[in-house]
């Protein structure tokens, strides 16, 4: 989002619900997503690892009703009241009023803090213009009779207004404002709300987590966080983005939902509305393979299709995809295998007949604790050709050499190139060649091409 510390972590959810049975049966897209990026033994910087996550989909009020609340958030108004007290006078070279103080006391504002954080949503929004050492009264004269869209327009910039203002103080706590991010994702995806204790050790947890903090910084940030989350989510409220939900916790207002799905979805997150995932349920699995291979299907979409089917009829369609289907279908199918548990046992153990996908299925099956056959070192060999087919197929070259970096250390990748070689697949010369011309390390990339022309002549 807008401003994110620590690679934009979004709580782990599953950890505070083992540490405050409060958040009932959330969906399965509040389990744990840790970012970051990965580099590989090369030093080359790989497209970091499931960095787009995937939020529950949301119904939104519709775009008049969220655009008649905007001019009654509390900031824009004060926003407006400082435009009109401004009105046509000097600012210093930076900008800004001479005498903050003037207008905090005129206003009645809290202090300098709120008064910049007006100021920079007046500027910015156009309800001032600053020029050549004099700010004027701007173009933007915001009122209740404006378009749907030219008010939430507004209400978007002034949201990442105040967001970006995490940079340097919003909250008055450095540790929140690092975090602020992701604690508005975390609401976004609970949307019932969560409270405060719950929001605190969220905070402490992934502050730690991404700073290493030690033992005697969090037993003192532990004390202190409480009183300081309370006053940044009455300057959220304040805000327009946070409120107070029947049972007493913080929640986004259906302002904020609908601004934080904005910021979610700049960042490349799948935040979908329900109408746009209901469409989905409807498809058949292979039609749902095909959207997914085409990007225009997120995980929210798989979530919504899987819900809709009995666990052991959605996998067996998916296996008879995936068996009579190319590299990328069975990835693609495989990774919605994935989202299934025991009950689907009955079509993976049939699946252990096809040629195509048996080492899927007996993978599945061993990850859940089923019996299964064991796999050999060059069934893996195979699974992981096969994996970086799926990702060739699908234009991901790139992830596909990270892909493969991330099977073996260093020196080891020679070895695994040799042991593809050997192995019975169709795309082995395709991953080689892939390997051959792409791969950054030029030891790596020469054994893949030798191993391709060994592969050919044999």
């Known amino acids: 989002m807008a401003k994110s510390g620590n690679s934009g972590n979004v709580f782990d959810i599953g950890e505070l619900r083992r540490l405050v049975d409060e958040l009932g049966t959330a969906p399965r897209e509040l389990r744990a997503a840790v970012l970051g990026e990965s580099v590989t033994a090369t030093g080359r910087a790989c497209p970091p690892r499931g960095d787009a996550l995937s939020f529950p989909p949301v119904d939104l009020a519709a775009d ?51 008064l910049h954080l007006l100021w920079v949503v007046a500027v910015n929004t156009g309800m001032l213009r600053i020029s050549r050492g004099q700010v004027t009264p701007g173009p933007l004269v ?23 203002r995490a940079d340097d103080d919003l909250t008055g706590s450095p540790v929140i404002d690092d975090h602020l991010a992701e604690m508005l994702a975390t609401l976004y995806a609970v949307r019932e709300g969560l409270s405060t204790a719950t929001l ?4 402490l947890q992934s502050h730690q987590v991404a700073c290493g903090a030690r033992q005697a910084e969090m037993r003192v940030l532990a004390r202190e966080l409480p009183a300081r989350l309370e006053s940044a989510l009455s300057l959220l409220d304040y805000c327009g983005l946070v409120e107070t939900s029947r049972a007493g916790r913080p929640r986004l207002t259906p302002l904020g939902m609908w601004a934080v799905r904005q910021d979610l979805m700049r960042e ?40 809709s089917r009995h666990p052991e009829a959605a996998a067996r369609e998916l296996v008879k995809v995936a068996a009579s289907g190319t590299a990328g279908r069975r990835g693609a199918a495989g990774t ?72 073996e250390p260093g020196e080891d990748l020679v070895r695994v190139i040799e042991e593809m070689a050997l192995v019975d697949h169709p795309d082995t010369f395709a991953v080689l060649d892939l390997l051959g011309s792409r791969h950054g390390d030029a030891a790596v990339a020469k054994a893949a091409r030798k191993a391709a022309m060994k592969a050919r002549s044999r």
Request: charged share 20%; proline share 10%.
């Open 200 to 203: 605190v050790k969220g905070i």
């Open 268 to 307: 490349g997150h799948d935040a979908p509305t329900g109408a746009e995932v209901a469409v989905f349920t409807d498809l058949g699995a292979a039609e749902l393979v095909e959207a997914i291979m085409a990007g225009s299907a997120a995980p929210s979409a798989v979530t919504v299709w899987l819900e």
């Open 142 to 164: 915001l009122s209740p009779d404006l378009p749907p869209r030219a008010l939430l327009g507004f209400w978007d910039g002034v949201v990442m207004d105040v967001l970006d």
């Open 64 to 114: 008049a009703e969220l655009a008649a609340y905007v001019p009654y958030v509390p900031l824009v108004i004060d926003a407006q009241r400082l435009a009109a007290w401004t009105g046509a006078r000097q600012v210093t070279p930076e900008g800004l009023l001479p005498d903050p103080f003037a207008p905090c006391a005129e206003l009645d504002l809290p202090g300098p803090g709120r």
């Open 336 to 407: 919605i295998l994935e989202e299934l548990g025991p009950e689907a046992e009955a079509p993976l153990r049939e699946a252990l007949s096809e040629p195509a996908m048996w080492r899927y299925a007996a993978s599945w099956l061993h990850i859940r604790d089923l019996p299964a056959p064991a796999l050999t070192p060059a069934d893996n060999t195979w699974l992981a050709i096969d994996s970086l087919a799926s990702l060739l197929e699908r234009g991901d070259a790139s992830e596909a050499v990270c892909e493969f970096d991330a099977l």
